[in-house]
C-alpha cells in the first residue's frame, strides 16, 4: 500500500484528503483492464464503489493493446468524495473513449482523474467531460495526456466544460498536454461558464419558463458526455445521471 | 393589438429607443424600415423582453381575444366573438416567456444556436408551455409531430432537420426557415420578424414569404416586419410601412412609402 | 543647396554601406551566440558564497538605512529554512549558492550627468547589444528621435540615466531602486514585497535577501509617461548571481510603458538570475511591460547558459486598472517565469503575451497566473510555445475566480509548434472557479509544420531555414504585435536567430 497521499502530491492536490485518511488503508488497488489486440470493450461506472465513511473510489488501470478500442463511461456523483481514476496506456492504433459526468451538490468532492498514455503511434483517444455543481460542491476533472516520443501521429482530443450553479460550488480542471512527438494532433478545451444567455433568451420568446429552459439546456449539456455510449448505456447512465441533476437544479 | 406610447429604451448605458409610438391593429401588416443603427432590432429585442434592454419611459400594451372561460380547445373558434373577451396586457411587466405565451411571436434576425437540444424537443416543450399558461392541454407527441411536419411541409423544411439540435449546423437561409416553422407551429397572434429575408436566396425567400401569408394573414393576427428591402414587401404586401431613424418613426405610409425608399433612400425620404 | 543634396546622397550612401557592414557583421555573428562577449570592468565583489554577512556587505555598500538592512535579514533568514522548489518540468543540477558572487558593481565612478559621461566601455557593449536603432539615435542625439529613457542596469548597478529631467518635469520618478530607497524611502516601503510578498517562493526571497539593484517607476495621478521606459540587464561578471529588483507603481489614471531588454555575454558556468518585478496599478491606471529574453542559453551541447528563475507580478489594484505583460523569451537554459496579475479592483484588466522559444537543450517552464477577485474583471492569455532541438517548452499557467468576482471573463489560447522529433511541448494549465457567472475558455493545440507549407514557402524560393522563420514568425504573430514597435523587429530576428541549427 502506497502511503496517503498529501496536497504536494500533484494527482491529489484538490482531494479530500481529511475523508481520505481514515480509509485510506482499504482503498483496493487498480483494477487491470486489457483489451486484446484488435478487440473492443466498453465499461461503465453508474457508482462508485463505496469504500466507507463517505469516501467512494474507483481506480483503472487499462492497457488497449494494437488495434483495441476500450469505450468507457462514468458518472461521479451522490457521495461525499468520490475519486474516479483512470490510467489508459494506448497501443499501435487503438483507441479510448471517455465520457464522463461529474454532478455535485451539498458539499460533495467528486473527482475524475485521468492519464492517457499514448505509448505507441497512431492511436487515437477523445475525452469528454462535463460537470455541473451546486451547493458548495467541488467538481474535479484532471487529465493528463501524454504522448512518448516515437508515437506519432496520434491524435488526443479533451474536451472539460463545467457549469456552476451556485456561488459557493468550485470547478477544477486541468487538462494537460505533455508531449514528445512532432506529428500530433493533440487539442483541448476547457470552459466553465453559465448557461448561455443567448439561447435562454431566445427558449423564453418561444414560450419556455426560465426553469424548463435552464433543465433543458442542462440536459443537453450532460449529454455531451455520453453520445459515445451505445444505445443501453445511455439510456442507463444518461438516466442516472438526468435523475441526479433534477435534484441538483 | 399591440400599442407602442413614447416608448425609450437603453441598450446597455445607451439610448437607442427615443420615444417611439406606433399602433398595429389585428389583421394588419406592418413593415419597418430604416438605416442600420436606427434601432430596428432593439425595436424587436425590446418588445420580446430581451435582459440588458432597459425600458426607461413609455409603454406597451398588447390586447387580444382571448376566451371569457376556459372551454374546449377543439371547439374554441376566435374568429367569432362568443365566449371571447379581449385583455389587455402590460407587456413590459411580463417575462419574455410570458409574453411569447401571450402571443407574441419573435423571428430573430440572429437565430440562436441550442448544441444538444433537438427542434423537435424545444419546440414541443416550447409549445405546451405556452398552452400551459393558456390554460390548453399539452400536445401528445403523436399530435405535435403531426403538426410539426404540416408546418415542415408548408416551408419545405426536411423533417431530418427537425430532428437536429436547434439551428446547430444549419446555413443562414435554413436557420430564417426554421424560425419560421417555429412560427407555424407555435402559432402566434403577433409575429415580430426581424429581417427574416436576410441571407435567403430567391426562391428560400418566395417559401418564406408564402409561408408568413398563410400562417399570419389572418384577421385575428398581425405582422410587424423589419426589413431593409422591397423584396420581401413584394411578396408579403404591408398595409402601413414606416421608417424609423433615430430610434423613433419618422414616417408613416402605404406600400408606396417602401418604393420610395427604394428609389431615393432613407435620407431623402424621411428628410 | 547642390552641395546639401550631394552631402545627403554621400551621408545615405554612407548609411547604406553602414547597413551592410551591419548586416554582414550580423551574419558573422549569427553562427555563434551573438551577444557573446566579455568586457573587462574593475570589479568590486563581495566574497563569495552567501551569509549574513554576505546580506551586511552588499547593504552597506549601497548605503542603506537600517530598515532596509533588517528587511534584507528577515528574509535571509526565512530564505535559509526553504527549499527550492522541485514542480517545474526543469531539470538542472543542484545549485552551489555557497558557490557564487553576489555582489559586483563597476568602479565607483562620480554621478554621471549625460550620456557623454557614460563609461566609453559600457557604450560601446549597448551597441554589441544591438540596442534598437530608434534608441541608437536618442544615444546618439539625433533629433526628433523618439524617446526612451534607458535606466542601464550594467551587472548590477545602475550606471546611466536619461531623459531624467524629462521625466522629472513630468513629476515620473525613474530610478535606480537603491537611489529610490534612500531618496523616496515612504514610497518605496510602502509598496516594495507587496506584490511579492518576503515569503512568496524560495527565489523571491533569495531576491529579497541579496537584490543589488533594479529600477524603480512612480507615475503620478493623471500623468501618462512622456516615453517608453527601458532597461537592459546584463550579466557580465563571471560566476555573478543577478538579482534584481523592479518596483513600478502607477497612481490613479496614469499610464506607463516600460521596456525590457536582456542579453548576456557566453559563460561555460551556469548563472543564476532571480528577479523580482513588482508592478501595482491604481484607479484607471494601466501598465504596459514589455521583455525580450535573450541571455545566454548554453551551447548546442547544453553547456553553460543563464538559469532565469524570475518572480514577476501586478496587482490591479484599482477600478479601471489594466496590467498587460508581454514577453519574448528565447534566451536562458533553464526559465522559470510567470508574469502574473493579481486583478482585485473592479472592471480590472489582465494581460499575458507570451512567446516562448528554446532550442538545443534549453528547458522553458513558462506561463501566468491570472488571480480573479473583482467584479467584472477581465483576462487574456495568449501563449506561443515553440520547442526545437533537444528541448522542453512548457506552458503552465492559472486561470483561478473567487467566489465573490462576479462576471469575470478569461480567453485562454496556448499553441505549441514542435520543430522536429527530439523535442518536448507541454501545456499544464489549472482552472479554478468558484463564482457561477465566470465564463472561462482555454483552447490548445499543438502542431508541426506541415509539409505543404513548407513547400509552398520552398515553391516560392526560400531556403528551408528562411521558411521556418517565415512560418514560426506567423505563428507568434499576435504575440509580436503586442510589442511597441522597436522591439517587434528585434524580436523577429531574434526568433529567427535563435532558431539556427534546429532545421534539417
Known amino acids: 500500500m502506497n502511503a496517503l497521499p498529501t496536497k504536494g502530491d500533484e494527482a491529489w492536490r ?86 464522463g459526468a461529474i454532478l455535485g451538490n451539498g458539499d460533495q468532492s467528486l473527482e475524475i482523474v485521468t492519464e492517457t498514455i499514448h505509448a505507441k503511434p497512431e492511436a487515437t483517444s477523445n475525452q469528454v467531460v462535463r460537470s455541473v455543481l451546486g451547493g458548495k460542491a467541488t467538481g474535479t476533472f484532471m487529465g493528463k495526456v501524454h504522448v512518448a516520443r516515437d508515437a506519432q501521429r496520434t491524435d488526443a482530443a479533451q474536451s472539460v466544460k463545467s457549469m456552476l450553479l451556485d456561488r459557493s460550488a468550485t470547478a477544477n480542471s486541468k487538462p494537460e498536454l505533455e508531449i514528445f512527438a512532432d506529428d500530433v494532433l493533440c487539442a483541448h478545451g476547457a470552459t466553465v461558464g453559465e448557461l448561455d444567455k443567448e439561447a435562454l433568451f431566445y427558449m423564453a420568446s418561444r414560450g419556455l419558463d426560465p426553469e424548463t429552459a435552464k433543465r433543458l439546456m442542462l440536459q443537453a449539456f450532460i449529454g455531451d458526455a455520453f453520445v459515445s455510449a451505445a444505445d443501453d448505456v445511455r439510456e442507463a447512465i444518461e438516466g442516472k445521471a438526468l435523475t441526479i441533476l433534477e435534484a441538483l437544479s | 393589438m399591440l400599442k407602442i406610447e413614447n416608448l425609450q429604451a437603453n441598450v446597455g448605458v445607451t439610448q437607442i429607443l427615443n420615444g417611439l409610438s406606433l399602433t398595429i391593429n389585428a389583421g394588419e ?243 | 543647396m547642390n552641395d546639401k543634396v550631394l552631402n545627403e546622397e554621400q551621408r545615405r550612401a554612407e548609411e547604406r554601406a553602414e547597413m551592410n557592414a551591419e548586416a554582414q557583421a550580423a551574419a558573422d555573428a549569427a553562427s555563434t551566440y551573438e551577444h557573446g562577449w566579455s568586457s573587462d570592468i574593475e570589479q568590486d565583489f563581495a566574497e563569495k558564497g552567501l551569509t549574513e554577512d554576505t546580506v551586511r556587505f552588499i547593504s552597506g555598500k549601497k548605503g542603506e538605512p537600517e530598515w532596509m538592512l533588517d528587511w534584507r535579514l528577515k528574509a535571509f533568514r526565512m530564505w535559509e529554512k526553504m527549499e527550492s522548489p522541485d514542480w517545474a518540468k526543469v531539470n538542472f543540477p543542484a545549485i552551489d549558492y555557497q558557490d557564487a558572487y553576489y555582489y559586483a558593481e563597476p568602479k565607483a565612478k562620480p554621478k554621471l550627468n ?90 523571491a526571497t533569495l531576491n529579497c535577501a541579496v537584490f543589488s539593484d533594479g529600477t524603480f517607476v512612480y507615475i503620478p495621478k493623471g500623468v501618462r509617461c512622456p516615453m517608453e521606459l527601458s532597461t537592459y540587464f546584463r550579466i557580465n561578471a563571471e560566476n555573478t548571481g543577478q ?44 501598465i504596459k511591460y514589455s521583455t525580450v529574453q535573450n541571455w545566454y542559453p548554453g551551447d548546442e551541447n547544453g553547456k553553460g547558459g543563464i538559469y532565469n528563475f524570475v518572480t514577476k507580478r501586478g496587482l490591479c489594484q484599482g477600478k479601471n486598472s489594466k496590467i498587460s505583460w508581454t514577453q519574448v523569451e528565447t534566451g536562458s537554459a533553464v526559465t522559470w517565469k510567470y508574469p502574473s496579475c493579481v486583478l482585485n479592483g473592479e472592471n480590472s484588466v489582465g494581460e499575458f503575451y507570451s512567446v516562448a522559444l528554446t532550442n538545443n537543450y534549453q528547458q522553458a517552464d513558462t506561463g501566468t497566473k491570472m488571480i480573479h477577485n473583482g467584479k467584472n474583471t477581465r483576462s487574456t492569455i495568449i501563449s ?121
Open chain 2, 29 to 271: 401588416i406592418h413593415a419597418i424600415m430604416g438605416p442600420n443603427g436606427a434601432g430596428k432590432s432593439t425595436l424587436a429585442y425590446t418588445l420580446g423582453g430581451r435582459p440588458n434592454y432597459e425600458v426607461t419611459d413609455g409603454s406597451v400594451s398588447f390586447t387580444t381575444s382571448v376566451r371569457a372561460e376556459p372551454v374546449d380547445a377543439q371547439t374554441d373558434d376566435p374568429s367569432t366573438s362568443s365566449g371571447r373577451t379581449d385583455q389587455t396586457l402590460d407587456l413590459l411587466d411580463m417575462d419574455p416567456h410570458e409574453r411569447a405565451a401571450a402571443g407574441i411571436f419573435l423571428g430573430f434576425q440572429y437565430p440562436v444556436e441550442i448544441p444538444g437540444v433537438s427542434n423537435l424537443q424545444f419546440l414541443r416543450e416550447s409549445l405546451n408551455a405556452q398552452r400551459k399558461v393558456r390554460g390548453e392541454d399539452p400536445l401528445s407527441g403523436a399530435e405535435f409531430i403531426k403538426l410539426a411536419k404540416e408546418k415542415a411541409g408548408l416551408l419545405k423544411m426536411d423533417m431530418e432537420m427537425l430532428k437536429r439540435a436547434v439551428n446547430v449546423g444549419f446555413s443562414g437561409g435554413e436557420k430564417k426557415r426554421n424560425e419560421m416553422v417555429q412560427m407555424g407551429i407555435i402559432d402566434p397572434k403577433l409575429a415580430i420578424l426581424d429581417e427574416t429575408d436576410s441571407g435567403l436566396d430567391i426562391d428560400a425567400l418566395r417559401i418564406v414569404g408564402d409561408g408568413i401569408n398563410s400562417i399570419m394573414r389572418k384577421p385575428d393576427k398581425a405582422v410587424l416586419l423589419i426589413t431593409h428591402y422591397q423584396r420581401l414587401l413584394d411578396l408579403v404586401k404591408p398595409d402601413f410601412v414606416h421608417v424609423l431613424a433615430n430610434g423613433k418613426i419618422v414616417k408613416t405610409g402605404g406600400p408606396e412609402l417602401a418604393l420610395e425608399l427604394e428609389e431615393h433612400g432613407y435620407e431623402a425620404v424621411a428628410a
Open chain 3, 243 to 286: 538579482f534584481e529588483r523592479t518596483l513600478i507603481v502607477a497612481d490613479e489614471g496614469s499610464y506607463v510603458s516600460y521596456l525590457e531588454g536582456c542579453t548576456a555575454p557566453m559563460r561555460d558556468e551556469n548563472q543564476l538570475h532571480a528577479a523580482v518585478v513588482e508592478l501595482v496599478a491604481m484607479d484607471d491606471a494601466e
Open chain 3, 384 to 504: 506561443k510555445g515553440i520547442s526545437a532541438g533537444k528541448s522542453d517548452n512548457t506552458y503552465r499557467g492559472l486561470v483561478r475566480v473567487g467566489a465573490n468576482a462576479e462576471n469575470v471573463r478569461n480567453f485562454t489560447q496556448c499553441d505549441s509548434l514542435l520543430l522536429g522529433d527530439q523535442c518536448g511541448a507541454h501545456t499544464v494549465p489549472y482552472i479554478e472557479v468558484k463564482n457561477p457567472t465566470a465564463t472561462i475558455e482555454h483552447e490548445a493545440t499543438t502542431s508541426k509544420i506541415s509539409d505543404d507549407q513548407m513547400f509552398y514557402a520552398q515553391q516560392r524560393g526560400l531556403d528551408e531555414e528562411e521558411a521556418v522563420a517565415l512560418i514560426v514568425n506567423g505563428f507568434a504573430k499576435e504575440v509580436l504585435k503586442e510589442l511597441p514597435m522597436e522591439f517587434a523587429v528585434e524580436a523577429q530576428k531574434l526568433l529567427a536567430i535563435s532558431l539556427e541549427g534546429s532545421v534539417g
Open chain 1, 14 to 99: 484538490y482531494a479530500d484528503l481529511k475523508l481520505l485518511a481514515d480509509v485510506w488503508q482499504d482503498v483496493p488497488s487498480p483494477e487491470q483492464i486489457t483489451v486484446k489486440a484488435g478487440e473492443s470493450m466498453a465499461r461503465q461506472i453508474c457508482e462508485i464503489p463505496v469504500i466507507g465513511n463517505g469516501v467512494a473510489m474507483a481506480d483503472l488501470d487499462i492497457v488497449i493493446e494494437d488495434g483495441a478500442t476500450f469505450t468507457l463511461h462514468v458518472l461521479a456523483a451522490a457521495v461525499q468524495y468520490g475519486r474516479i481514476n483512470i490510467k489508459t496506456t494506448l497501443g499501435k492504433g487503438s483507441h479510448f473513449e471517455l465520457g
Open chain 3, 114 to 203: 549625460s550620456l557623454d559621461e557614460v563609461d566609453p566601455e559600457i557604450l560601446r557593449i549597448y551597441e554589441k547589444l544591438g540596442i534598437p536603432i530608434e534608441e541608437q539615435k536618442v544615444l546618439a542625439g539625433v533629433e526628433g528621435a523618439r524617446k526612451v529613457a534607458v535606466d542601464a542596469v550594467f551587472d548590477s548597478v545602475s550606471v546611466a540615466t536619461t531623459f531624467r529631467e524629462e521625466l522629472e518635469s513630468a513629476g515620473v520618478i525613474f530610478r535606480s531602486i537603491s537611489e529610490a530607497i534612500k531618496e523616496y524611502p515612504d514610497l518605496v516601503k510602502k509598496y516594495l514585497g507587496k506584490v511579492v510578498p518576503m515569503k512568496d517562493n524560495y527565489f
